[in-house]
């Protein structure tokens, strides 16, 4: 199957999430997959993300080519899945938030422009350090992807209620007419 940046893949409410997303089952090593591994798909990212990033009011379009320093943009990436992740569960550590300032103090030092994929997921991931209900952020339930909740009652478990949502009601329900099969 040809893969495409569609916009379930933006669901994360900010850019520096849909870019943490880019990684599918991050801690599952046998459906562990990298969706920046391959250089077209990766510079195929922010044209997409101008489009379908839940920020992009905020960032416009950015420049349409790969980090100048993919090297570097995928160290971004990692500080912030690591500490936001930790985040979330109450866990993250100064040592992780300071990995993730210098991260993208050193993206930002690099970058050619504010306009560019690393400059914007940096300014991104810094708003977020600040958000002022870091409470919102979630890991979902089905896929563990980390979103923003924007739901007035802030009840979401899932990325995307079309995608994971609909998985596991499909599991469940799978799972309970087989339990009224077997004996
Ligand atoms: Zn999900």
């Not at 940046?5 to 870019?19: E, N, S």
Request: charge should be positive.
């Amino acid at each position: 199957m040809t893969f495409s940046w569609t916009p379930h893949r933006f669901v994360g409410g900010a850019l520096a999430l849909d870019v943490a997303n880019s990684v599918i089952l991050r801690h599952e090593p046998e459906g562990r997959r990298d969706r920046f591994a391959l250089p077209e798909q990766l510079a195929a990212f922010p044209e997409a993300a101008s489009l379908l990033s839940g920020e992009r009011d905020r960032f416009g379009v950015l420049r349409p080519v790969p980090p100048q320093n993919a090297t570097l943009f995928l160290e971004l990436r990692e500080a912030i899945d690591a500490y936001f992740r930790n985040r979330v569960r109450g866990e993250a550590s100064r040592q992780q938030l300071a990995t993730l300032l210098e991260v993208s103090a050193t993206a930002l030092r690099a970058s050619p422009g504010d306009d560019s994929l690393e400059a914007a997921t940096a300014h991104s991931a810094l708003g977020l350090i600040c958000e002022p209900e870091p409470e919102r952020m979630k890991i979902c339930f089905n896929c563990g992807w980390l979103f923003i909740d924007r739901s007035k009652n802030r009840s979401r478990t899932w990325c995307d209620m079309a995608v994971c949502g609909n998985r596991v009601k499909a599991s469940r329900h799978y799972h309970r007419n087989k339990k009224e099969i077997s004996p």
